[in-house]
């Protein structure tokens, strides 16, 4: 066992994303003559800007998530207009399962010590019903939501935009927050047009788009 942070891994993304939401766009107005060399650009800040966002859909990218908590993908597994491909602890043996710890408990001396108490004596009761022959499908039970799990996560950018406006606020738990900014800054290298506008705080975790 042992404390995880999480880790965000851009595993795919639509090639020439933004010149196919150019296309696809342009395709609305029948304006496709215009189209050159970094058109893309204004395109798509303007279409953003004027609400037109359906042409963000054309486009999408898939990301590893690693070292975060069960409590955090059952947030983002929320977001209906994804995909999601995740660590099954039906089929996936937990003993030694690795975990997070909230800052907030870390800072305590004390809490700490009980939270990681607490996690040793879950996961040796999860070894001892394995041991008794209690299928992995019913032993995870014991599970915390602190245990790390793995996620890949799909979609779009106009979802993507969503997530991000949603679990980029200062409301938003911390753990998504972190996770949310990994995503977006990997994003804003790839389709700095789609995602440019929006302004990451480091300090916060938090991030604003300029355009809202």
Avoid at 55 to 61: D, T, V
Avoid at 116 to 135: K, Q, S, V
């Amino acid at each position: 066992m042992e404390l995880t942070k999480p880790t965000v891994t851009l595993l795919a993304i639509t090639p020439n994303a933004e010149k196919l939401i150019e296309e696809a766009g342009r395709t609305c107005y029948l304006s496709l003559d215009r189209i050159a060399d970094g058109t893309e650009k204004s395109f798509i800040r303007n279409c953003i800007k004027r609400g037109h966002h359906s042409i963000l859909e054309h486009a999408s990218a898939s990301f590893r998530i690693t070292g975060a908590s069960r409590a955090f993908t059952h947030q983002l597994v929320r977001h209906r207009l994804a995909s999601f491909s995740q660590q099954s602890q039906r089929y996936v043996d937990e003993a030694g399962f690795n975990y997070v710890i909230p800052d907030s408990v870390l800072a305590d001396g004390e809490a700490a010590g009980i939270f990681r108490d607490f996690m040793a004596r879950a996961e040796e009761t999860y070894r001892i019903l394995r041991d008794r022959g209690i299928r992995k499908e019913d032993a995870r039970f014991v599970l915390p939501n602190a245990s790390e799990s793995q996620i890949v996560f799909s979609a779009n950018f106009r979802e993507l935009r969503t997530v991000f406006r949603l679990r980029l606020d200062r409301s938003a738990q911390w753990e998504i927050r972190r996770v949310c900014v990994e995503m977006l800054k990997a994003l804003q290298k790839e389709a700095p047009s789609v995602f440019g506008d929006f302004i990451v705080d480091e300090e916060t975790m938090t991030a604003r788009s300029e355009l809202s």
